[in-house]
């Protein structure tokens, strides 16, 4: 059974400063995504992360994975209150196959302030 | 370009009352879809997905059921909602072979 870990679940930062947030996955896969969720609404895609070494970065958000540590990591540069969200990773369960299942993480909620 | 469906925005309902939120999908074709739910506070879990008409697969026993009557349309329905069918319910479409899903703005469901 494919598990996905994000820590930390929570999180709070002060403007400025710089932090990340780890998702570790159970098996092997090449497909894993970042979400961003705005308190009330619905997934917005950051992410698409689809090989080992992957790199993307917008704006102030820098995401990266290492399939071999399975592990993917979204590392924060000089947070502002906008960043203010849930974000998920997921992990594509059925990676080849015809369907693309998201297995998500809990989501790690970060609260940026002043 | 593509874009994804969901109503209602908001539903509060009855123990017992039967249930059906639509979501249609434009723009694409032969997509995959899929339904999730998001329980307060907590991530989201696979309930149902579909890579064609009629084709309905359940990733957990419940007390719904999804149906996909047209290649880009997909209905999840309950004939007697119970309490704990309360939550967040997110339809989303990928592309046949592809993960990433794009998701519609979600449906927040009271049961009461």
């Known amino acids: 059974e494919l598990k996905v870990e994000q820590n930390p679940l929570f999180l709070s930062m002060q403007e400025g400063k710089n932090y990340t947030i780890y998702c570790n996955y159970s098996t092997t896969s090449d497909r894993l995504y970042w979400y961003r969720q705005d308190p009330g609404k619905s997934l917005e895609s950051l992410f698409v992360?689809?090989?080992?070494?992957a790199v993307k970065q917008e704006g102030r958000l820098m995401a990266s994975l290492d399939t071999k540590a399975r592990l993917s990591t979204l590392h924060i540069t000089a947070a502002v209150h906008d960043l203010s969200a849930t974000y998920f990773c997921a992990v594509d369960m059925n990676y080849g196959g015809s369907q693309g299942n998201l297995i998500f993480g809990k989501g790690t909620k970060l609260s940026v302030k002043p | 370009s593509q874009t994804i469906h969901q109503w209602p925005a908001t539903l509060v309902q009855p123990v017992g009352s039967p249930l059906s939120l639509e979501c249609t999908v434009e723009?694409?074709?032969?997509?995959?879809l899929y339904w999730y739910r998001q329980a307060a506070g907590r991530g989201l879990q696979l309930l149902f997905y579909?890579?064609?008409?009629?084709?309905i697969s359940s990733e957990v026993p419940q007390n719904l059921s999804a149906s996909r009557p047209q290649d880009r349309q997909f209905i999840l329905s309950s004939k007697k909602l119970l309490l704990s069918d309360s939550g967040f319910y997110l339809c989303?479409?990928?592309?046949?072979?592809?993960?990433?899903?794009?998701f519609g703005q979600g449906t927040r469901l009271t049961v009461v």
């Open positions: 992360l689809l090989s080992n070494g």
């Open positions: 723009g694409t074709s032969n997509p995959n």
């Open positions: 579909s890579v064609g008409i009629g084709q």
């Open positions: 989303a479409w990928s592309m046949t072979g592809a993960g990433e899903a794009f």
